[in-house]
């Protein structure tokens, strides 16, 4: 078990370029998460995958923002003409999806700098 | 509309005493509590959770109390040590019940500093 891992760790691009982040989950985990965290805030929740289906989208995902989960293992998180205020952590977590737990396992993060 | 928060942004507490970290929500369909420690450039680490069907969890050092009716829950840490210093975050689950996925709402941290 190699825990989540996401790809790039960091990334700075300039306004209005587009940038996509990868996450890996925990093999057998087919539930992921993407949050963002900006400065001196709790993360917050964007979409939620169970498979290869989004269940769900926060309010927070622009249609600037696409996520996706082919074949239902890792994901991709694209952000199309990027605003500076995208800038923050973004951060992937996976969960399995029987047991009565809701721990979820997080990855190190993606931290975005838009310039 | 902040659901989850945390309004100590900060704690300082001396190697050995108890550290009280406090959470307060509003939400009363949540019934899963968890923390979780995060260093600097790292992601959550899940520390301990609680269901809300109890009113106490223990971990070794880490104890969370749940207050249903003060909607309030506390972690406590004894003895605190130098390497509990981080940020740690209280979060909220409505559970997977109900078409609910389970997805996390965060209050915003408190950061702990452990002297030596």
């Known amino acids: 078990d190699t825990g989540v891992s996401q790809n790039p760790r960091h990334k700075i691009t300039k306004r209005g370029q587009n940038v996509t982040f990868r996450c890996d989950p925990i093999?057998?985990?087919?539930?992921l998460y993407w949050y963002r965290q900006t400065l001196g805030q709790g993360p917050e929740f964007l979409t939620y995958f169970q498979n290869e289906a989004q269940l769900e989208k926060s309010r927070l995902l622009s249609d600037r923002f696409s996520a996706e989960r082919p074949k239902g293992s890792f994901s991709t998180l694209e952000i199309q003409r990027t605003e500076q205020g995208d800038s923050a952590m973004y951060l992937c977590?996976?969960?399995?999806?029987?047991?009565?737990?809701?721990?979820?396992?997080f990855g190190p993060g993606t931290r975005l700098t838009v310039t | 509309d902040q659901q989850v928060k945390q309004n100590s942004p900060s704690l300082s507490v001396q190697e050995g005493r108890i550290s009280i970290l406090n959470c307060d929500y509003t939400n009363s369909m949540f019934d899963y509590f968890l923390w979780y420690k995060k260093y600097p450039a790292e992601g959550p680490t899940f520390l301990i959770s609680i269901s809300s069907i109890k009113d106490k969890n223990e971990d070794g050092r880490f104890t969370v109390f749940l207050n249903k009716s003060a909607k309030h829950l506390s972690l406590h840490i004894v003895p605190s040590q130098p390497g509990d210093s981080a940020v740690y975050f209280c979060?909220?689950?409505?559970?997977?019940?109900?078409?609910?996925?389970?997805?996390?709402?965060f209050g915003q941290g408190t950061t702990l500093q452990v002297k030596p």
């Open positions: 977590a996976s969960s399995p999806l029987r047991g009565n737990s809701y721990e979820q396992y």
């Open positions: 093999s057998e985990h087919n539930r």
């Open positions: 979060a909220a689950s409505a559970g997977r019940s109900s078409g609910n996925t389970g997805k996390l709402i």
